[in-house]
């Protein structure tokens, strides 16, 4: 494995490009001295309790969810810890992307290093062996209710630091013990709470979601770009997009969109052609107040990731500072759950513009001709294009329910509300496919349109167009266009995220 470029400390003030880095594996965790001073502090206070017959803490002293009042002999502790992680592994479905597994790996250490789990630091040294090395746990995507923490996903994520489970690790699959070996380590022992520790907490949702809002970043921009090129082809008015509309509906998110297709339109010779209708379709005209909403969606989402990110999700959390262990409710997923349920809505409506935009562009107006056929008839052009964004646009609609009004009681009612976040964040995947392949078309669709116009547009917009045309080399006549719109997507993906700046800026200010 090549060393990575940077090393990131765990602090309460990484920024969403910093968890981008980890979840890219381009940066290597440490944890400062101090906070590993703080996590030995913690576990020698609840050391000290743990033989108190005066007090019974949950998960420590019992068993767990509805065997809560079932008190475990001390001298059957650690069995307890490793029963629980190795009851729990009950995951099933597709693996999760190695991206979010890294993620999970360093949540799961900036959490307990906050020093109110109770673990060893031996548990927070073996974390960071894992993640430094790339070395990934295989972690099933569905099982968790989003609640009682990420249960299943994060009892497969340390399966391997007992020498069970397995892991991927530089393109090839390996048993947990052999990944042990690799590492130089030896099967972990859990002490008390350790396995409940490592166990709740939302760091699957926070992963997933940290992952999902990449993707959602870089479908932002290229929905920018191809609003902007469709406006290009359409020949559309910029009067929806003056600064005065936006001052006196002063939203951020309205009034950043709108700035960014008056830049991205400026310099263009082909506004200077007369306009051929007083005002546009909505699709066109409403750009800034349907993008900029789902711009402000993705900068909420962000922020709720961050403070999520910084928290304890962890129960019971033992505080030594105060001499205090108590049980609540921080391993429920639905400050996250409900961000997701809005990022569905959010991505979806880009892609249902997106498509409005396609229809109007293959209508056989404006200077255009029907389904921009350069021999109507003979050829169908782009008909069907409009067809596949059509039903990814439909079966947005029909993924973007939300998940988190749904609750199923588990563990004999004690558990009687769950989140269900889990499932809202892993369907955020395929919508969010859905939403770039509809983009990739829109993108197509536009530059083959611009053929139709002579004059030069804005040299940002102009930027992208020949890096694309470098890239992908549109035919003239009829073709098996699947194989161009997959050349788009993968020219879209190849862009590095940073360089992507023409909608990363926050809309917040």
């Known amino acids: 494995m090549q060393p990575r470029p940077q090393v990131i400390t765990l602090t309460n003030s990484l920024t969403e490009t910093d968890w981008f880095a980890l979840a890219r594996g381009e940066a290597s965790l440490y944890v400062p001295d101090g906070r590993m001073q703080e996590v030995r502090a913690n576990r020698a206070y609840l050391e000290e309790g743990l033989h108190r ?58 959490s307990l290093a906050m ?113 902007a090129l469709s406006c290009e082809a359409f020949l559309v008015s910029d009067q929806p997009f003056d600064e005065m509309v936006h001052r006196v509906r002063p939203h951020p998110g309205q009034r950043y969109a709108a700035e960014q297709m008056r830049s991205l339109r400026e310099g263009s010779l082909l506004r200077e052609i007369p306009r051929p209708a007083v005002q546009d379709p909505y699709a066109f005209r409403c750009i800034p107040q349907v993008h900029g909403t789902s711009k402000q969606v993705l900068d909420a989402w962000a922020t709720t990731l961050l403070v999520e990110s910084n928290s304890v999700t962890d129960n019971p959390l033992v505080d030594h500072r105060l001499g205090k262990v108590l049980s609540g409710g921080n391993f429920h997923g639905q400050v996250l759950a409900m961000a997701f349920d809005q990022a569905a809505l959010a991505i979806s409506e880009w892609a249902s513009i997106a498509e409005r935009r396609i229809f109007l562009l293959l209508s056989g107006t404006r200077g255009l001709s029907p389904f921009l056929a350069t021999d109507s008839g003979v ?27 749904d609750t199923v009681p588990s563990s004999n009612g004690q558990e009687d509300h769950v989140s269900m976040g889990a499932n809202g964040v ?37 930027k992208w167009t020949v890096m694309y045309e470098d890239r992908v080399n549109l035919p003239s006549g009829d073709a098996q266009w699947s194989i161009f719109i997959q050349a788009t997507l993968d020219f879209m993906r190849s862009m590095p995220l940073d360089e992507l700046c023409v909608s990363t800026a926050t809309t917040q200010g």
């Open 53 to 110: 017959e005066d007090v019974t803490w949950y998960g420590i002293h019992t068993g767990f969810g509805a065997l809560c009042n079932t008190r475990i002999g001390a001298d059957r502790l650690e069995e307890l810890q490793y029963n629980l992680v190795l009851s729990h592994a009950c995951g099933c479905g597709p693996d999760a992307e190695p991206e979010a597994v890294r993620l999970m790996l360093a949540l799961k250490v900036h």
């Open 426 to 462: 892993n369907r955020l995947k395929p919508i969010l496919e859905n939403a770039m392949t509809v983009q990739a078309i829109e993108w197509l669709t536009a530059t083959r349109a611009m053929n139709y116009r002579k004059e030069p547009i804005g040299p940002l917009l102009q």
């Open 115 to 227: 020093a109110y789990s109770g673990v060893r630091p031996e548990i927070l040294e073996a974390l960071l062996d894992f993640y430094n090395h790339d070395m990934l746990p295989v972690v099933p995507t569905q099982g968790s209710l989003g609640a009682s923490g990420d249960l299943a996903p994060l009892a497969h994520l340390v399966l391997p630091l007992l020498g069970m489970g397995e892991c991927d690790h530089q393109g090839t699959r390996i048993s947990g013990l052999k990944a042990l070996e690799r590492l130089g380590r030896t099967p972990l022992t859990l002490g008390a709470k350790e396995g409940l520790a490592l166990l709740n907490g939302t760091q699957y949702m926070l992963a997933s979601g940290w992952v999902a809002l990449m993707k959602a970043r870089r479908l932002d921009h290229w929905a920018t770009l191809g609003a």
């Open 379 to 405: 050829e169908s052009g782009l008909m069907i294009a409009q067809y596949t964004a059509a039903a990814l646009v439909s079966q947005n609609k029909q993924l973007a329910t939300p998940t988190v009004v």
